[in-house]
């Protein structure tokens, strides 16, 4: 599975990109090449749509993001939905909780955090302000001139200002409040990012720990290990698509973490005694979900 980050940053021709201070600043002119794929960050990214569309698909919802869409997707994983009709044109902000959290300390005075589940994937509302400062930024790509870091970093916070003053966008100021000086709690990454093939190196930088640090308190939290714990839940998403969806097995594969269909097939024969095909086909009174 692809990480987002690295993937600007290691294929420079797809992309004009401005870098500072763990910073991303860059424009993407997506080159399609197959209808799904999956990536995953783990740094939070504001996505800017100048053109095309895609539609993300997170583990309980989609968004779809056309010309002039906005949204916060959170470090983490989901699959990109892309379409044929035009090329997908982005101006995106990539930050870490680092930057997140310096941000809030120098310009957010009250940071009373009230406990509100916010989505993977945040739609941000805009408004006039922030339509200029758009503007404002594409002649930062068609200029050859070398960009000062700390102009780029002022950049960065005037957007967040601008969103963050915007009442329609609550959910962005308090999924910004979850973010402290602590690491980020695994179950938050964990329960919105299992149904991806991610590594357990992938879960540990989501979280902001070493692996040797996330195998531990995964532990502490889930009382079994990473590799154990991350098979029940994709096989118990797999069992539900199966039952409630007509998607093809090659489908309830991908979409439930399995980038190999045949070892998602052996693999739940071998927990249920069923092949996929045949599981399905059982009625759903007799269908059992857990495994």
Request: hydrophobic share 40%; net charge positive.
């Amino acid at each position: 599975m692809i990480n987002y980050y690295e993937l600007v940053v290691n294929n420079p021709a797809y992309f004009k990109q401005f870098s500072c201070n763990n910073l991303l600043f860059l424009n993407y002119d997506c080159p399609v090449k197959v209808k799904k794929a999956s990536k995953w960050s783990e740094h939070n990214y504001i996505y800017y749509v100048l053109s095309g569309k895609k539609t993300l698909h997170t583990i309980d919802n989609s968004v779809t993001l056309t010309k002039g869409s906005i949204a916060l997707i959170k470090k983490g994983a989901c699959i990109i939905e892309q379409y044929f009709e035009e090329p997908f044109c982005i101006v995106v902000f990539i930050m870490p909780d680092s930057f997140i959290r310096s941000f809030l300390k120098d310009y957010v005075t009250s940071k009373k955090t009230i406990n509100v589940e916010t989505p993977p994937i945040i739609t941000l509302h805009d408004d006039l302000m922030i339509r200029e400062f758009y503007q404002s930024i594409l002649p930062y790509f068609a200029t050859a001139d070398h960009i000062p870091a700390d102009i780029l970093e002022l950049k960065f916070k005037e957007l967040l200002l601008h969103l963050m003053h915007n009442p329609d966008n609550k959910d962005l100021y308090h999924y910004f409040l979850t973010i402290d000086e602590s690491a980020t709690p695994i179950a938050q990454i964990m329960e919105t990012n299992y149904a991806y093939n991610l590594g357990i190196e992938a879960y540990a930088r989501m979280t902001n720990r070493s692996v040797s640090s996330f195998k531990r308190d995964f532990q502490s939290v889930y009382h079994t290990t990473p590799g154990r714990w991350l098979i029940d839940k994709k096989l118990h998403r797999a069992k539900k698509l199966l039952l409630q969806s007509d998607m093809a097995i090659t489908d309830v594969a991908f979409d439930s973490g399995f980038e190999n269909t045949t070892h998602f097939c052996r693999l739940f024969k071998q927990k249920s005694g069923l092949t996929p095909l045949e599981y399905r086909k059982k009625s759903p009174e007799n269908a059992v979900l857990a495994f």
